[in-house]
């Protein structure tokens, strides 16, 4: 990412969203307060984590959101993504195209929806989680079958002949 003086932002922009983040933040703790049949526990982090990385990728990442990002996001044909605009529109560009910026937000409302909505925020969490767990498997195949080709490849193409040295 580009510091402040090398984008068409100002400070301001950020602080913008970082105000927007910090009300979403104190809505939820006030939301928490009334929640005493269903606390967080610890053992919710890591589902969380990974349905977090879930969505976050899924907004950032995929062509199925390319409409969210569109008006904040210019898609290039080489599939590099571009902040569009100036001021609070490029930062808001920017935090679309980083998955680990968009990662503070969409875990804030997956928290949100778990203190508002406990029952239903574990079929999202659920769900995002293996959708994240089938992203690391494909990736894990994709590398693997890669590398099995590679390897035929090479077992395939004809031996060079060994370079000959001579004394001189």
Wanted: aromatic share 6%.
């Amino acid at each position: 990412m580009d510091p402040v003086t090398q984008t068409p932002t100002k400070p301001l922009d950020y602080a913008v969203l970082s105000s927007g983040y910090a009300a979403l933040a104190g809505a939820v703790l006030l939301a928490a307060r009334n929640q005493d049949d269903e606390p967080m526990h610890p053992a919710e982090i890591v589902p969380l984590g990974v349905a977090t990385f879930a969505l976050s990728k899924l907004i950032a990442k995929e062509k199925v959101e390319t409409w969210v990002r569109e008006p904040f996001v210019e898609e290039l044909p080489d599939g590099d993504r571009r902040p569009k605009g100036r001021r609070l529109r490029y930062a808001v560009g920017e935090l679309l195209t980083c998955s680990r910026c968009l990662g503070a937000w969409t875990s804030l409302g997956l928290v949100g929806l778990r203190v508002t909505r406990p029952r239903e925020a574990r079929l999202v969490i659920g769900l995002l989680g293996a959708t994240a767990i089938n992203d690391f498997l494909q990736a894990g195949f994709s590398y693997t079958t890669a590398r099995c080709d590679l390897a035929q490849q090479q077992a395939e193409a004809p031996s060079a002949p060994a370079p000959r040295f001579t004394h001189s």
